[in-house]
């Protein structure tokens, strides 16, 4: 993960250039999507990110009520030690944001949804989270992550370089046609819509596999899948 001094730079800015998603207008499509009363996002594999903070907070600014969860490894009190450690330092205190243990929960890709249920998130996001780091095929932790998505709902993914040294390639998990088990579940589902582009990681030396997933919802010809500002 990307860190300067101990200080996750995952903020709401840094994931939204490399990604190249505009998140708030992202939550404002979604809230057209859904008469659900808040829209509820899974921000996986955030380690010490302040990117749930951030975008709750710009959302709060347009009155788009969002409600984010964040997962990662560690237990919930080893995670509330050290979150409370960084909110005293010096430079998270200058983002004006404390990072809120209220919904984090302990989970990797392929459990997440053994803690949420099925169908739980209207969007999912995984930016040089647990997705480069999961003990079982990208493949099936993607697959884990997606069953927490409802039918209209998103997911992004970004990864650069597994550990195996090498960057995920989302077109070859749904295409390649000797795909097995979840494989073959995922490139035979129309329910499943993606697209898919590269990028340098500004992080690091390396090449950013992203993409932006919806279920139940094909993307239309006109429409702008990657965008960076609000308009």
Not at 32 to 46: C, D, H, M, N, P
Not at 153 to 174: H, L, P
Not at 179 to 207: C, E, M
Request: overall charge positive.
């Amino acid at each position: 993960m990307p860190y300067t001094r101990g200080l996750d730079l995952r903020t709401l800015d840094t994931v939204s250039g490399s990604s190249e998603i505009d998140f708030v207008h992202l939550i404002h499509d979604l809230k057209k999507r859904f008469t659900t009363s808040k829209i509820r996002v899974l921000y996986e594999g955030a380690g010490f990110s302040t990117f749930p903070e951030e975008l709750e907070k710009a959302c709060q600014i347009l009155k788009l009520p969002v409600e984010v969860w964040r997962t990662d490894l560690y237990t919930p009190e080893r995670y509330a030690r050290m979150a409370q450690k960084i909110n005293r330092t010096k430079a998270i205190q200058k983002q004006n944001v404390r990072i809120n243990l209220e919904r984090y929960r302990q989970a990797t890709p392929e459990t997440v949804h053994e803690v949420f249920g099925p169908d739980f998130f209207h969007l999912v996001v995984s930016h040089l989270g647990g997705m480069m780091y999961t003990p079982l095929s990208q493949e099936k932790g993607l697959a884990a992550l997606l069953s927490t998505v409802k039918k209209g709902g998103e997911a992004i993914i970004v990864t650069a370089q597994n550990s195996d040294g090498k960057a995920m390639d989302t077109v070859d998990y749904y295409n390649r046609e000797q795909a097995s088990g979840v494989g073959t579940f995922l490139s035979q589902n129309p329910n499943i819509h993606f697209r898919q582009n590269w990028a340098k990681s500004r992080f690091h030396d390396s090449q950013l596999s992203r993409f932006r997933i919806r279920k139940g919802m094909p993307f239309s010809n006109r429409e702008e899948i990657w965008r960076r500002t609000w308009n």
